[in-house]
């Protein structure tokens, strides 16, 4: 598993979201509290996307654990921004350990990372992108889940004429939901925590992994765990869709509902990075 987090709020330097309150993001690869029979560790690479003011996503990553990288305290706090999603990664046992596979993964405006893990992916996921225009899954960055997942959502979200194979094409919230639903349908075991942001929303799902939320007037906050001892964090119960922005949070359940396929046999999910492994 890996552990993700969205911020949107006042600007602030990007290197500082990834290191803020006691249980910071940083903290968090080293010290997880709910991985979730998941691993133990995310020192498999990190990752950082930022939106400078009327831009696409810039992204920072490395292969290294988060903690010995000194661009998070030397580089990372000289920029500033309103938007920010980072991720640590702890890899699947099998996939690899490479810069090229750690989240987020962005393309214009967008910026991704899935928290989680889909069994027998190089089955299931080609059945799945079937399903939405079949993008060409050789176009994933690595070789991993997470980037193929990638292909497959960043086609749904720039193609509007999906609604003629019963899908809603273009709207964020709808698409995340109808992909959550088609993975499960083939992979009924698979942890899908998906975060997805524009720079100026955050969606997200919450399927068989911890969610919480912070959201007041002023910031917007979606994270694997809590940085903080804030009272205001809120749980995210499994199968909800989340979307939030400053002075507004919308949670809604995600009601999979079988589509009759035959899925795939499962897989136990590993207890171990592939880093740890070897």
Not at 199 to 209: D, I, P, Q, R
Request: aromatic share 6%.
């Amino acid at each position: 598993m890996c552990r993700h987090l969205g911020y949107l709020g006042p600007a602030a330097p990007v290197g500082e979201i990834l290191t803020r309150g006691t249980h910071s993001l940083r903290t968090q690869s080293w010290a997880p509290r709910d991985m979730r029979g998941g691993g133990t560790v995310n020192a498999d690479g990190f990752g950082v996307a930022w939106w400078p003011p009327g831009g696409g996503a810039s992204r920072y990553r490395n292969a290294a654990p988060i903690w010995s990288d000194p661009a998070v305290d030397e580089v990372l706090p000289q920029l500033s921004s309103t938007a920010v999603l980072a991720a640590v990664r702890s890899a699947t046992v099998g996939m690899p350990v490479e810069r090229s596979a750690c989240a987020p993964f962005v393309d214009g405006r967008w910026a991704f990372s899935h928290n989680g893990v889909i069994p027998h992916w190089r089955t299931v996921l080609p059945e799945v992108a079937k399903r939405f225009g079949a993008p060409d899954l050789l176009h994933a960055e690595s070789g991993t889940d997470s980037a193929a997942l990638w292909v497959i959502l960043h086609a749904a979200l720039t193609d509007h004429d999906r609604d003629r194979d019963g899908f809603r094409g273009g709207e964020p919230r709808e698409v995340l939901g109808d992909l959550v639903r088609t993975v499960l349908d083939y992979a009924p075991d698979a942890r899908v925590n998906l975060l997805l942001s524009d720079g100026e929303t955050l969606w997200a799902t919450a399927v068989y992994h911890a969610l919480s939320v912070l959201v007041t007037d002023d910031i917007a906050v979606i994270a694997s765990e809590p940085y903080d001892d804030d009272p205001r964090w809120n749980s995210i119960a499994d199968r909800q869709l989340v979307l939030a922005r400053p002075g507004r949070l919308g949670i809604e359940p995600l009601d999979i509902e079988p589509l009759n396929v035959e899925p795939l046999e499962p897989a136990r999910v590993p207890d171990e990075s592939e880093r740890a492994r070897t």
